[in-house]
């Protein structure tokens, strides 16, 4: 028997009944006691496009329920080396998006008293930005891995300075940013300009379109972002628009000729060795996602971020 807490099994319960937690973990109040935790933030009035990212915690911790708690591919036990729960969501006030950002960074703050690395369950992209601000205050300016078709440095949208195109403006701001250790990857599509994707290289962030990712393993990629990054402290937020909408449909902003759902793995898989201090999956949009598998891919991917937090490996 594990001295750590394990998700519910197929053989105790049939995967369609249980809990609704992620993975179907033990459910507390508070991060106390834990090394990691999953936490939702049901949240999708930042959204620009296509609604429903509100729901995206319920639907990731419901099509959770398949995973098994051992990595067949990377062979990370998460559960035999972390204490690991779900801490529920974060109440913002559905109303209003600027009091939700900070009531995110003061539950954030809340959390990140205890020595635990939070795994958040979006939620529309806006999010990032708050947590990023009570990561800062525990862990100083991070690496970021920045997983997207956008590059989200928005200054405003529709004049405002809070939307889920705006995060990393607002976090390179605040000062939250390794400004020489931020990688986007995945970004595409239309723009306005070439300044939408070049204001994050002037400002030192390194910026890897889709199509450079076309047709192959992005292993080298990750090589390099491990190289760049080092010791530092990282922060990895993975926007499932990255992949492409043959594979992730489910989601607000759709853009075509993404990534695949097995270069997603490789980003995540490609982040072990790094000191991981907090992730999030977000803009799974259920009302578009009729199958379930932009969730089901949104939980993979969560559970993969468990997998290559420091201690696991
Ligand atoms: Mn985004
Ligand atoms: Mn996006």
Redesign the pocket.
Known sequence: MSDFNQPLGGNEMPRFGGPVTMMRLPAQETAEGLDACFIGIPMDIGASNRPGTRLGPRQIRDESRMLRPYNMATGAAPFEKLQVADIGDVPINTFDLKKSVDIITAHYRGVLAHDVVPLTLGGD?TLTWPILRAIKEKHGPVALVHV???A?INDEMFGEKVAHGCPFRRAWEDGCLLNDKVFQIGLRGTGYSPEDFNWSRDKGWTVVQAEECWYQSLKPLMERVRAAIGEAPVYLTF?I??LDPAFAPGTG?VEPGGLSTWQGLEIVRGCAGLNLVGGDLV?VSPPYDPTGNTALIGANLLYEMLCVLPGVQ
């Open positions: 992209h997207d078709a956008h989200d926007d628009d990255s902003t803009e």
